[in-house]
């Protein structure tokens, strides 16, 4: 079964930093599209970030410069780096698997997600 399984977050004072993780198993990450996703109360769903098969990245405006994508192959687990946090950036992050290797416009698979807050 394919699942995805995310971690890292937590309460953070703003400018400080998290690294949040979403370990898949049950398909090789590597060889597909994925992305970050966000959903905070009161707005709207939002893609955050997402690498394809080329390692080719992608950031949205607002994240763009303080967030970093990565992943580690050997441990099947994708990363989300964010930097310079900010109260806005407060929201669950969802991770999220799109089969298909230079990404299309939906996905296959999303994960539980995990919270991160950002006090002021």
């Known amino acids: 079964d394919v699942q995805l399984v995310e971690s890292g977050g937590g309460l953070v004072q703003a400018g400080g930093s998290l690294r949040l993780s979403c370990t898949a198993s049950?398909?090789?990450?590597?060889?597909?599209?994925m992305r970050w996703y966000r959903q905070a109360p009161g707005r709207e769903h939002e893609l955050v970030s997402q690498?394809?098969?080329?390692?080719?990245?992608y950031y949205a405006d607002s994240v763009k410069g303080r967030f970093t994508i990565s992943r580690d192959n050997a441990k099947n687990t994708l990363y989300l780096q964010m930097n310079s946090l900010k109260p806005e950036d407060t929201a669950v992050y969802v991770c999220?698997?799109?089969?298909?290797?230079?990404?299309?416009?939906?996905?296959?698979?999303r994960g539980q997600g995990t919270q991160v807050t950002v006090s002021s």
């Open positions: 999220a698997a799109d089969f298909h290797a230079y990404c299309s416009a939906s996905d296959n698979y």
């Open positions: 049950g398909f090789t990450m590597s060889t597909w599209c």
């Open positions: 690498i394809n098969l080329s390692g080719t990245t």
